[in-house]
């Protein structure tokens, strides 16, 4: 029976390990991307404004940074930042970027939004941490809540 016992304990232990080890990301543990508003301006440009959380003892640099937004469950489009962000340990650093909306379904769902003065949303954020010289890490965070949208 022991002998039974040793390649099965061995199989599952490697099992366990290696699933464990394939897609964590240990740099960016704990940071967040949340949005805190949408503004639709008078020459119809869409502005979004979101921040940058770091509950972390170290400073990150965000090289760069890529959202991809939905409210109330439809892609109303993507905001590209290529400017570095730098953020302090322990704080928050808020952002406002250019949103590019996704076509006609995305204007009647920001319009609806607009109409309602809040929204739910889902933004999924691909961010580049620079770590020294050209060495960098990209990852990929999700988020959800409400947030005010407005038309100016």
């Given at each position: 029976m022991k002998k039974f016992l040793a390649p099965l304990f061995?199989?599952?232990w490697?099992?366990?390990?290696?699933?464990?080890?394939?897609?964590?990301?240990?740099?960016?543990?704990?940071?967040?991307?949340?949005?805190?508003?949408?503004?639709?301006?008078s020459d119809g440009t869409t502005s979004l404004s979101w921040r940058v959380v770091n509950p972390n003892i170290v400073p990150y640099l965000v090289a760069q940074s890529s959202h991809?937004?939905?409210?109330?469950?439809?892609?109303?489009?993507t905001a590209n930042d290529k400017e570095p962000l730098a953020v302090p340990a322990q704080s928050r650093v808020d952002r406002t970027s250019l949103l590019i909306l996704a076509g006609t379904s995305a204007e009647h769902a920001l319009a609806s939004a607009v109409a309602?003065?809040?929204?739910?949303?889902?933004?999924?954020?691909?961010?580049?941490?620079?770590?020294?010289g050209d060495t960098t890490d990209k990852s990929t965070l999700k988020a959800t809540g409400t947030l005010p949208v407005t038309a100016k």
């Open positions: 061995l199989a599952a490697f099992a366990v390990f290696s699933s464990g080890c394939g897609s964590s990301n240990t740099t960016t543990v704990g940071l967040q991307v949340e949005l805190t508003g949408i503004a639709r301006a991809k937004v939905q409210l109330n469950g439809v892609v109303v489009g309602a003065g809040t929204a739910s949303y889902q933004v999924e954020s691909s961010i580049l941490i620079r770590l020294y």
